[in-house]
């Protein structure tokens, strides 16, 4: 049993940089360690994995912050179930490096394969084929679950009050000791894919409605910075994995090919903040020209799914100051608040590359789960711009009057009192809190910033 | 809980009837501010302060008395109590400006303008910081002067104490560096305040809300060292050179 408690607290915040508080931070690598862990309670508990959310939900101030990746073994895959067994503190990118070259895939993956499987099932994270499969609790048969009350073996069907409060929890509810995950079989690690180019929003938004049910994979990346008469241009990617017969000879050594690390990194020099009005301008016109119509381009899977994977820490590409993320969601007959949106963020000339847009297949129980049937857009801003705070708040109003809500796991801003508008099934969580966590331990930044009730 | 904007939830005023203190957390409550606990000498005086904040969730006020160093520990626990959740911000606003002619003639008058000045804020800091250090954030805003920044003849017992607290809120401020914690030292110059009430301005003088703008900018720059008007900073760092003679001619 080991557990290893800093002496000294440690400053910790979250992807995005902006609100770095202190706390201990223990790194137990064993169940009954995490338990132990948890013994100390004065300042509160929270779980961390890799700390890719982007607000203060993995951090705790002035308690106990466990950072799970020492939970990082990789069980024997079944493969008559199409199953895998792995430790909470196990990356996305560790797993896959171990299941390609055995002709298995996740079946969601965010963004970044650079986040733990208890984040994953934290945030409730959504991948390009949610409008399909859902999101990442879906493919969680069943988990373990450290929780102030003791260890807790949860699923779908086993006291899934808890197992669904878990999903989308933010962490509040225990630490992810371990999970069995469904997995989905692929032939090859290349991706076979289509790309359209749009140069008005709603020839993007009909296209989407109209055949993404054909694809297992689809996101539209799109220019909030605008053009002239309030058109924004747009690319959509889709595909699916390619199988064997797709591959040519040429490619046929690298047919299972695992995603690597980082080649690129932001040096520690790099001046202020290079992502401002301009910079951003010239990266989206040099995305949006290299970018040709394609159809069934073999793609490298990374490239695919986690194309900033390949610069380590490109938030500092932001400055000292951090930035802000923004992903919403409404329901599938409200596109007219993403178009309101994508005009507001125009008019506003606030900088924001990456604005993605996406469709979402139905949500899942979790209380606090944030994807929903309908649409979403992630924006993502460098803090400086004084109107940028105000432009949120407004755009919250017109997320929870349109029946929508943001992502927790982005968010770093909320006005506490649209929380309960968004996530109307709070008492639910908070019923099962209390059950598992009856004196209050478990909290975070962001469940204080919050109030999420318990 | 601070959001990405550096916007307080939670915050506690020492001396908060303060002009300058009463604008900045008007400012500061107006976008997430829910908690506000206003620690002040005379209960009316606070009850009035906290009328301005109507619309905040949470408003409480302390009574303590500044004169009595023996007070602070009690005062700051107190206020940290009232405020029921993790305080996000500090401001220290106590002070008086005293009455320079006569308080020189009177020892008695001279112990209680430090204490009032630099001992009891002092103190209150130290107190602060070890609640904040251990609740692993937070920040303290302390009203310093440009008086203290060469002290001058005409007002040198409030001058020194202002000297006081600036330097002392350098030094806290280095010894919370990787804690969470941030000092801010705020230089006002000559403010239009009830303090000042009936004493010609001096040049660059401004209005309480001016000051308050200028700390909210300066935080959120993350100025240890905020003067207001900015501009001062640089006719104050020229004056400083400025050889004895020169200085002891300027008028004011």
Redesign the interface.
Known sequence: MTATVDSS?R?LSGW?R??????LVSRPSDAPSVLASMCDDS?GIIPRGMGRSY??AAQ????LTIDATGLGHIGALDETAGTVEVGGGVTLHDLMRHLIPLGWFVAVTPGTRYVTVGGAIAADVHGKNHHQEGSFARHVLEMTLATPSGMLAVAPERDSELFWATAGGMGLTGVVVSAVLRLIPIETSWMQVDTQRFTRLEQLMSTMERSDSRYRYSVAWLDCMGGRHGDHRSILTRGDHAPHAAIPDRLSGRSREVPGDPKLRVPHTAPGRLVNRLSVRALNEAWFRASRETRSLLRPLAAFFHPLDGVHQWNLLYGPR?F?QYQLAVPPERGDVIEDAVAAIASANVPSFLAVLKRFGPGTPGPLSFSQEGWTLALDFP?GPPE??ALLDRLDDKVATAGGRVYLAKD??L??ELLPVMYPRLGEMATVRRRVDPNGVLAS?LS??LGIPR | ?????G?P?SIVVLGGTSDIARELVALLVA??G?SVVLAGRNQVALQRAAQDLIHVERVETVVFDAENPDDVDKTVAQCFEAAA??VDLVIVAVGELGSQTTDELHPDRVVDMMTVNFTWPAAAMSAIAGRLR????GRIIVLSSVAGFRVRRSNFIYGSAKAGIDGFGHGLSESLR???VAVHIVRPGFVRTKMTSGRSPAPFAVDPSRVASDIVRGVARGQTVIWSPGLLRWVFSALRLLPEPLWRRLPG
């Open positions: 607290p400053s995005g902006t609100m770095p508080t202190t706390a300042g607000g203060d705790c101030s002035g308690g951090g802000v803090l940028l705070h770093s801003r006005r506490p930044d204080r910033r | 809980m601070n959001d990405a904007f916007h939830q976008d997430r829910r959740e993790a251990r609740q692993g954030h990787g804690s969470g």
